[in-house]
């Protein structure tokens, strides 16, 4: 009897030669120059990495699922830009590598390996904030229960990317050669039938996202190119009227492409390379963003322009070398304040720059800092005492009190009332030093 799919794909990673755990451990990036067409397969896995982030509302320290994460490649870059990640597969021998790499790539503790059944997710409601499935959903025997498992993980505000491929992909020579060779499953992936499974999942929002790898396989000669601006323009809101004009620029189309019938795709007019290309590209490569809600989910504090608020010191005092800081924060911006983020990298916090004199120059800009308790979002307001993270030295001093996210910017916050936040820092009478 045959195996079936989860058991081949066990079975074909269980004891791979050498030569496939070094072909895992480099992949994607793998030497692309030895023919014409062996760059295709590494630049494709890049653009689509590429294309998941900038699709996904991630902000840093984000947990983040790598469905049928294979090799561990996609793990490693989503380690690597400062989110914590799970991936998940079938077969262990895959998961032996990914190990192996996040450790040789000095991720490992952002990183954690799970096999199991992506139709029956090991997780509770709600781990996930993201959940990214890179060309492994047309191997699932029920992609419909793993979309709905896909959900059930999600947090209320999460997103899924799923990059799969589309129509005739299992007929396809490579497709039917897995099939023959390692006992895979390829299946076709349909916009329809995603948007299904999405609906009955209760994801709100469903996107198919256009790409751009397709337009690298376009070439237009000078005169497409005026045949593209042309087209286009009279395609511009303000000239719906002109239908004329419009059923003219069709009519050369027809004529052009009929009489073009049978030299070189170069000589196509430009509207119809445009189609021709992008309409393939997406029948055989298509991409999907499912959110769990609708809208755009607010930013982080990584986001330097959502960045501003107002600061209010209302009391100060030393506890041995440390001081005490009272405050008033009001959010004022667009982006929410991230209190803790990997490698403290947009970590807002509460920053005092000494001065030389009251309303004077700066003299010491890090002077000292001070960690919010919580995230704060847009348009709320915090109130409460916070402690300094270091010694208050070079006492008495004078010190701007300011927001700062670490490694982005300071806000050159102000008080309430338009005026500068300043405080006063020095030890009371007959006070000891520490």
């Known amino acids: 009897m045959p195996l079936k799919p989860i058991e081949a794909e066990q079975a074909r990673t269980e004891n791979l030669s050498e030569g496939e755990r070094d072909f895992f451990r480099r992949f994607p990036f793998q030497p692309c120059l030895t023919s014409p067409d062996a760059w295709h397969m590494p630049l494709i896995s890049l653009h689509d990495y590429v294309l998941a982030l900038a699709q996904l509302s991630l902000q840093p320290n984000d947990l983040v699922l790598d469905f049928g994460c294979g090799p561990g490649w996609i793990s490693e870059c989503l380690a690597r830009h400062g989110l914590r990640v799970v991936g998940i597969d079938v077969a262990e021998g895959a998961l032996r590598g990914c190990r192996e790499r996040m450790a040789a790539a000095g991720v490992a503790d952002r990183t954690d390996f799970i096999r199991g059944d992506v139709q029956r997710y090991p997780f509770r409601d709600g781990t996930f904030q993201a959940v990214i499935c890179i060309a492994a959903l047309h191997h699932i025997e029920d992609m419909g229960q793993a979309v709905a498992e896909i959900a059930r993980i999600l947090r209320p505000d999460g997103e899924a990317i799923l990059i799969e491929p589309g129509e005739d992909h299992s007929q396809k020579e490579q497709s039917r050669r897995a099939v023959e060779e390692h006992g895979t499953l390829e299946q076709d992936v349909h916009p ?243």
Request: charged share 25%; aromatic share 12%; hydrophobic share 40%.
């Open 192 to 434: 329809s039938h995603v948007f299904r499974w999405a609906s009955e999942a209760g994801f709100a929002e469903f996107f198919v996202v256009p790409q751009y790898f397709a337009f690298p396989a376009m070439r237009w000669n000078w005169t497409q190119w005026e045949q593209h601006c042309e087209m286009a323009h009279s395609r511009r809101p303000e000239r719906s009227a002109g239908r004329l004009r419009r059923l003219w620029q069709l009519l050369k189309i027809w004529w052009s492409a009929r009489s073009w019938r049978d030299a070189a795709r170069q000589h196509f007019p430009a509207e119809w390379l445009f189609h021709l290309h992008f309409d393939q590209w997406m029948r055989d490569h298509c991409c999907y963003l499912l959110r769990k809600s609708r809208g755009d989910r607010p930013m982080g504090s990584t986001w330097a322009e959502g960045c501003e608020g107002t600061i209010e010191p209302l009391g100060v005092r030393l506890e041995g070398d440390q001081v005490l800081l009272r405050v008033r924060l009001r959010n004022t911006g667009r982006a929410t304040w991230l209190a803790h983020t990997w490698g403290e990298f947009g970590q807002v916090r509460v920053g005092l720059k000494r001065l030389d004199s009251p309303g004077g120059a700066v003299v010491e800009t890090d002077y000292l800092r001070f960690a919010l308790p919580h995230d704060i979002s847009p348009g709320a307001e915090w109130e409460g005492q916070l402690r300094s993270m270091g010694p208050a030295a070079e006492l008495p001093a004078v010190a701007a009190v300011d927001l700062v996210s670490e490694q982005i910017k300071w806000f050159q916050a102000q008080r309430p009332d338009g005026g500068t936040p300043e405080v006063r820092l020095e030890r009371g009478p007959g006070e000891p030093h520490p």
